[in-house]
């Protein structure tokens, strides 16, 4: 896969006019310490939209911040769609430009796992259609501001989706078993210490506080799971698919958890 496209998948602050920090809203809560609108910069924003607290966001009671991954939405709304014109050099674009930001958002999110699928050996026999959806999404984050506000992601997502089950069958099927803990995708504070869960389908599932410190989890799909204090200490990671920095930096783990290659240990653990 190009470089390029990986690299761009990569949240980028420099060039991005602090779009999560201005479009996004939050509520106080155990991840922010004060509630903000949306379209309002957050207090800690500065002049050349960088955080004035960057280096110590959890310290500060922003674990929120310290969690979100844009995907290279910021930078590609900022530099690509608004062609380098920030929102305080031009007000007018403000409001849209916030608008945008968590459309393109959602679109690089998709980019990531489809970039993610082709790069997996065990999709060899839906590279074709893989790669027509790569295409296909990268056109449409590249579409003016206006269309981009006109355009259906739902629609796109579930077209993406149908590919990304595809590729999780595929990948899970290398797995020598295929276990899933419960048919619940409500699993928040369990017990699964040790467990061998290679090649369960774990999308979407709530695994908030669970226990999952030295459990096998190779092959296993984490696409969408909420991993948020999830205990990860001494657990296998390697090989399983659709696991997000953001992902990571929410759950708990140590020197000893082995994660995929791509992703790395947050300096918090």
Same mark, same amino acid.
């Given at each position: 896969?190009?470089s390029t496209m ?5 949240? /980028? ?21 004060? $509630? ?11 002049? /050349?939209? =960088?955080?004035?607290?960057? !280096?110590?966001?959890?310290?500060k009671g922003f ?28 007000? *007018? ?5 916030? $608008? ?34 790569? $295409?296909? *999404? ?16 739902? @629609?796109?997502? *579930?077209?993406? &989706? ?32 040790? =467990?061998d869960l290679r ?19 190779? +092959? ?5 799971? $909420? ?8 657990? &296998?990671?390697? @090989?399983?698919?659709?696991? *997000?920095?953001? !992902? ?6 140590? =020197? ?12 918090? +653990?």
């Amino acid at each position: 896969m190009d470089s390029t496209m990986e690299k761009g998948l990569q949240s /980028d602050c420099a060039n991005c006019f602090g779009l999560c920090c201005t479009a996004l809203p939050f509520a106080k809560s155990a991840d922010f310490p004060f $509630d903000k609108q949306g379209g309002s910069p957050c207090r800690n924003l500065r002049e /050349d939209f =960088k955080c004035g607290i960057h !280096q110590n966001l959890r310290v500060k009671g922003f674990k929120g911040c310290s969690v979100f991954e844009c995907f290279g939405a910021g930078q590609k709304v900022s530099q690509v769609t608004y062609n380098g014109v920030s929102w305080r050099e031009n007000p *007018t674009i403000a409001e849209e430009m916030f $608008d945008v930001f968590p459309v393109m958002q959602q679109l690089h999110e998709m980019l990531y796992y489809l970039v993610e699928a082709i790069e997996n050996k065990a999709t060899a026999t839906i590279q074709s259609a893989l790669r027509h959806m790569l $295409d296909k *999404t990268e056109e449409l984050t590249r579409l003016p501001a206006t269309d981009l506000l006109k355009l259906s992601v739902m @629609d796109h997502r *579930t077209e993406v &989706n149908t590919l990304l089950i595809q590729v999780s069958d595929l990948v899970r099927k290398q797995s020598p078993v295929k276990v899933n803990p419960s048919k619940r995708r409500d699993l928040i504070g369990a017990n699964l210490k040790g =467990k061998d869960l290679r090649g369960a389908n774990l999308r979407g599932t709530l695994l908030l506080a669970a226990d999952l410190r030295k459990a096998d989890l190779r +092959w296993v799909d984490f696409i969408g799971a $909420d991993l948020r204090d999830a205990d990860i200490r001494g657990a &296998n990671l390697r @090989d399983c698919i659709f696991l *997000t920095q953001a !992902q990571v930096n929410a759950a708990k783990g140590d =020197k000893s958890t082995i994660l995929p290659t791509g992703l790395m240990m947050p300096n918090h +653990w």
